[in-house]
């Protein structure tokens, strides 16, 4: 079964601290990609990585950075989290012959900052 | 830039047919997604259509696409309980895995 699994469901954290979102699939899957989603405004696309060490930057990449090492496993990293981070962040992993359907989620980690 | 805008709510009765519709402005778009999202889970893919095609019936879903006006429409038939959820389309860019999402619609199902 397709899986993409997310450290945490729910994470709070103070201002200030560094967070590690962690989001790792056993698909093989070339294309990882991390959203965060708020009411309203959709999912938006915070950064991407097509392969190992290599990254992109989608439309709202402030205040994040991420960390690709292995194929399976993506990061998402908020060096300095602020309440306006607080969101519920995404992963995805896309891959296969035919890349443009075959997309999974994580289910999601709901990350409150106070 | 490119742009994806859905209406944020729909309610509708059990039995009747929804439809939700999107618009979409970049006419570069190879595929088009319907995703699903149920209360406190990830997003599951419904459907998706190709930008060459008209229409595409799966079981109780149709999804009709008007590449000409840039807009795309998701027809539940039979609408249940279990189909309230959160929508969301989404498009393809060409030559990218790249999707921008819209922002969601939000189906409830009363009885």
């Known amino acids: 079964d397709v899986k993409v699994t997310q450290s945490s469901r729910y994470l709070v954290k103070r201002t200030g601290e560094k967070v590690f979102l962690e989001c790792v699939q056993d698909?093989?899957?070339?294309?990882m990609f991390w959203y965060r989603q708020d009411p309203g405004l959709g999912l938006r696309l915070i950064y991407f990585?097509?392969?190992?060490?290599?990254?992109e930057k989608g439309d709202i990449p402030e205040g994040y950075s991420v960390s690709r090492e292995k194929k399976e496993r993506f990061s998402l990293i908020l060096e300095s989290a602020s309440t306006n981070q607080t969101s519920m962040y995404l992963c995805?992993?896309?891959?296969?012959?035919?890349?443009?359907?075959?997309?999974?989620f994580g289910p999601g980690t709901r990350l409150t900052v106070t | 830039g490119e742009d994806v805008e859905q209406s944020l709510f729909l309610s509708v009765r059990e039995g009747d047919s929804s439809v939700i519709n999107c618009t979409y402005t970049d006419s570069s778009s190879t595929y088009l997604y319907w995703y699903k999202q149920e209360p406190g889970a990830g997003l599951q893919l419904l459907t998706y259509i190709f930008s060459n095609m008209d229409m595409k019936q799966d079981q109780r879903l149709t999804v009709l696409l008007n590449k000409k006006d840039k807009h795309l429409s998701l027809r539940i038939a039979d609408t249940q309980t279990g189909d309230s959820a959160i929508y969301f389309c989404?498009?393809?860019?060409?030559?990218?895995?790249?999707?921008?999402f819209g922002t969601g619609t939000r189906l409830q199902v009363f009885p």
């Open positions: 990585s097509y392969d190992v060490k290599m990254k």
């Open positions: 995805a992993s896309i891959g296969g012959e035919d890349s443009s359907y075959e997309q999974y």
């Open positions: 698909m093989d899957h070339e294309n």
């Open positions: 989404a498009e393809s860019l060409y030559n990218t895995d790249k999707l921008i």
